[in-house]
């Protein structure tokens, strides 16, 4: 695993991260009075004033997680790092964007070339097109566009929603039809609580020359999560 960073360069770390709170704070619009003078809403108040002074800090909390636990750019073997996802909802979405944020990776979306419509994800109708396309072990759905080139990467997540209790066939696309041979391969799902293990199994089976890592399922990250799972993956450089 990769070391934390140095005590000296954790405190520069905070001290920056709290000066730059105390800036936001004092320039914050929502905590001004009309003659200018810092003053923070009266705690009564249940009012938008008091949903954006939460908000406010929470962000503030964020960046400063973001400022101690974090900071550089996630590498695998000095190579970058790729995430690949697919989301037909949005959910998954958010959980792939946050990551590579977090670490500062390139992103992929993986599109079909027939995007889905709510009909089509109507799990209740087995006539619908998920549901014909998950109870067939062979469908591969088409993906729009270029697959992305992933020898430039070290490493790859791969995320998904689960479907039927196993990642969406048209996942089984992209790891099947990318050259994926010695890339370490990050699998992660997002689900209200059906397991994670058969999903990833199918996908190992489908890409079997890439060196997979157990992963995980995820919903709403929080920054310092995120850099606590990429140093257990010992993705994140030490400083």
Same mark, same amino acid.
């Given at each position: 695993? !990769?070391?934390?960073? #140095? ?6 770390? =905070?001290? &920056?991260?709290?000066? $730059? /709170? +105390? ?38 909390? !964020?960046?400063?997680? #973001? ?6 750019? =996630?590498? &695998?073997?000095?190579? $970058? /790092? +790729? ?56 469908? $591969? ?99």
């Amino acid at each position: 695993m !990769m070391p934390l960073r #140095s005590t000296a360069s954790t405190e520069t770390a =905070a001290i &920056a991260a709290l000066t $730059r /709170i +105390l800036s936001l704070w004092q320039n914050s619009p929502i905590l001004r009075t009309a003659k200018g003078k810092c003053q923070a809403p009266p705690i009564h108040r249940k009012s938008e004033d008091d949903m954006n002074r939460r908000t406010f800090l929470i962000s503030a909390g !964020m960046l400063a997680a #973001s400022a101690i636990l974090g900071g550089g750019k =996630a590498h &695998a073997e000095g190579k $970058r /790092i +790729l995430v690949a996802f697919f989301s037909a909802t949005g959910t998954t979405r958010h959980v792939a964007e946050a990551i590579a944020a977090e670490l500062k990776c390139d992103l992929y979306e993986i599109k079909p070339e027939k995007p889905y419509t709510s009909d089509d994800l109507d799990w209740h109708d087995k006539m619908s097109r998920s549901s014909i396309e998950m109870n067939d072990e062979k469908s $591969r759905p088409k993906i729009a566009g270029a697959l992305p080139d992933l020898k430039k990467y070290g490493a790859v997540f791969i995320g998904y929603p689960i479907w039927w209790g196993i990642a969406p066939r048209i996942v089984q696309t992209f790891v099947e039809s990318c050259d994926m041979g010695g890339i370490t391969a990050i699998p992660f799902c997002t689900s209200g609580g059906s397991p994670f293990d058969k999903s990833a199994d199918l996908l190992w089976a489908g890409a079997p020359t890439a060196k997979w890592v157990a992963g995980r399922r995820i919903n709403m990250p929080s920054p310092a999560e995120i850099v606590a799972w990429a140093k257990e993956l010992k993705l994140y450089p030490a400083e």
